[in-house]
């Protein structure tokens, strides 16, 4: 009997876009109406409105379709992935990041056990915080050529980053594109129930860097035998000017999304002008700087390619005007529940949705104003509906295809993705186990 192969994230993209198709022409069509909401300033549901309307198939060409536009839906995104690429390309030939990263190998040298959590910390508080995910594309090239200066491979660098954020946030206490939607469409206080959360937040990233760490145990056996760089002490004089040029576009680059709201458009702009300055500052010239970046944009083009292959499939759903029914369909049932089990059952509910809907942003404002009202009629406390939302969904980025920025994350680091599921799916099931219980001490100590 052949072995199994998992399919190419491409393929397995098609294929969802085929079955996102195929679920136009056999699930019934219905939608909420929606009002604007002056609170979130966006575009809410309107509990107990769901009705029929009338059927919109998706057909084979029309999925096809569906594909350059989830490429136009996703440009500000796809065109960061390709300047980024160009840039550290770019920096990367100038010879100054490998420096850097040989310094620190250099003076960190045995104690590689300190890299996983600082790195991991440092993005979870990034997650916690703004919900850093697709920014973390502008990082990877660094963190890559950092693991490996420490023998740790591709897939590591993976998890100190998105995996960090992705858990940072989904048990955050402030992150204002989950928790913070969702307190607003619940009517409840900002910060309200902080404490609580971070209680359960600190045990959640130890798991994620238990699990880290048993990784890079099994993975680094043969490069704990690597000698020590031998690159000089000091980089060349046009180099060492390279790499504060790189720690100051970093710097920026936070700055940028925290204080001044920066969108991807900013971000790409801000690392194009870092490639080009690196390049001719180290003295690569016109040409080879554009020979760089040119070869680095085309390595990135998988992953620019799946970012809008995950997104054409919401572009189906929606098209298909089988995304609301989905939402009607799995959190209607829960009303005929006792209270602990349908907080509980929201949490599953939250992550199927979570897979067509793959912004935790855009699945508050389709579930929560639905779930208010059912969890009001339940006794629940809305402070654990607004929980089960978090995890159920915070925790799917993790692991669902149709997360356009993990996938191309995976994609530039050169990790297929059932490598990363492998990796990840067993740690998450002891976070979304962690989460349950969270959800079951906030019912019996009435949390609000």
Known sequence: MSRFEFPHPLVLLIGCLL??????????????????????????????????????????????????????????????????????????????????????????????????????LAFATAGALEHLQEEIIALLPALLVLTRGFGMDALTAVSIS???????????????FQVGIAQKLAGLPLLSGALYRLAFLVPALGIWIWGTLRHVARTRGVAEHTPAPTTALRPPPRQGIVLPLVVLTFAVFIYGVLKLGWDFEQMSALFFVMGAAAGLIAGLGLAGTIEAFLAGAASMTYA?????????????????RIVDTLVHGLFTPLGSLPVALSAEGMI?????????????????????????????????????????????????????????????????????????????????????????????????????
């Open 19 to 120: 079955v996102a198709a195929a679920a136009s022409w056999v699930v019934p069509t219905g939608q909420y109406d929606r009002r604007d909401d002056p609170a979130t300033g966006r575009r809410v549901v309107v509990a107990g409105t769901y009705h029929a309307v009338p059927r919109a198939p998706v057909g084979p060409f029309a999925a096809m379709v569906a594909i350059p536009k989830g490429m136009g839906d996703a440009a500000s995104v796809i065109f960061l992935v390709f300047l980024v690429g160009g840039a550290f390309t770019v920096v990367d030939r100038t010879g100054a990041l490998r420096w850097g990263v040989d310094w620190l190998v250099r003076h960190l040298r045995g104690k590689v056990a300190l890299v996983v959590p600082i790195v991991t």
């Open 348 to 448: 599953a509910a939250h992550a199927v949705v979570h897979v067509p809907v793959p912004s935790v942003s855009g699945q508050a404002v389709l579930t929560m104003p639905v779930l208010v009202p059912l969890s009001d009629l339940l006794g629940l406390s809305r402070q654990v509906t607004v929980l089960a939302y978090q995890y159920g969904a915070g925790l799917c980025e993790l692991l669902t295809p149709t997360n356009g920025a993990m996938m191309a994350i995976l994609a530039a680091a050169g990790v297929r993705y059932d490598t990363w599921l492998r990796f990840a799916v067993p740690i998450t099931l002891l976070l979304y186990a962690l989460g349950a219980i969270a959800v079951a001490v906030g019912i019996a100590i009435n949390l609000q």
């Open 304 to 320: 620019a390619l799946v970012i809008g292959f995950a997104r054409a499939i919401y572009v189906v759903l929606d098209q298909g």
């Open 162 to 176: 998105l995996g960090a954020a992705a858990v940072g946030a989904a048990f955050s206490p402030i992150d204002p």
